[in-house]
């Protein structure tokens, strides 16, 4: 009996692993950013079929990190690193709004057709509508939800925009969500983010490993 439970268990994690790879793969390979989306279709695709065997959003993330080490090679450095390289300016320029970066770029998971994801910090949900307008901006509004915390959903504006070829895409906050980063889809921890001065520190010490590191 235990032997088969036993069994059982290692087949559930070996279709768990292969359902993480697969998503991982059509997330890099189709463009699809969702991983619920991805998980599904993985399923789909593989046949199976039951709970037990979906993995977690960290899982299929962590499998990513993997696939873009293995063959997107060089290409997804230099993406990464271009797209972080924005993101700075972009930090900067919005200091006004204590931004901080958050998602793909931060996360190391970025292409070459992920958006720099900002949260700009106001209790005037407009002001950075004015402000882009007064820097001639043109950008596109939109709206998002945000888990704030266990017990609170926001609806936020959002503000996409493109420079230098990349997308950019801004969700307004209110100031007090300075102290605690909302939760994260990926695994409904306060989201990971980083101040101008954090993502320079992050991008020093990635130049320092890639002289260290031969080839």
């Not at 993101?87 to 320029?93: E, G, M, Q, Y």
């Not at 990635?206 to 490993?209: D, G, M, N, Q, R």
């Given at each position: 009996m235990h032997h088969a439970r036993q069994h059982a268990e290692t087949r559930t994690r070996e279709r768990r692993l292969r359902l993480a790879h697969e998503a991982a793969r059509l997330m890099a390979e189709g463009?699809?950013?969702d991983f619920h989306q991805a998980k599904l279709?993985?399923?789909s695709r593989?046949?199976?079929h039951d709970d037990a065997s979906l993995p977690r959003n960290r899982?299929?993330?962590d499998a990513l990190r993997q696939y873009q080490r293995l063959f997107a090679g060089p290409n997804h450095a230099q993406d990464l690193r271009q797209r972080r390289e924005?993101?700075?300016?972009?930090?900067?320029?919005?200091?006004a709004f204590s931004p901080r970066l958050v998602g793909p770029v931060l996360d190391g998971t970025a292409d070459a057709n992920t958006p720099v994801h900002l949260h700009a910090h106001s209790d005037d949900p407009d002001a950075v509508a004015r402000f882009l307008a007064e820097h001639r901006i043109?950008?596109?509004?939109?709206?998002?939800?945000l888990r704030m915390d266990r017990d609170r959903v926001a609806e936020l504006p959002v503000w996409v925009f493109s420079a230098e070829d990349i997308g950019f895409d801004v969700t307004v906050l209110p100031h007090d969500?300075?102290?605690?980063?909302?939760l994260s889809s990926v695994d409904e921890k306060p989201m990971r983010r980083a101040s101008s001065s954090q993502l320079r520190q992050l991008l020093a010490e990635?130049?320092?490993?890639g002289y260290e590191t031969p080839g």
């Open positions: 463009g699809i950013r279709k993985a399923a593989l046949g199976i899982e299929i993330e924005a993101a700075l300016r972009a930090l900067d320029f919005f200091q043109p950008a596109e509004s939109s709206a998002r939800r969500a300075l102290r605690q980063a909302p990635e130049e320092i490993a």
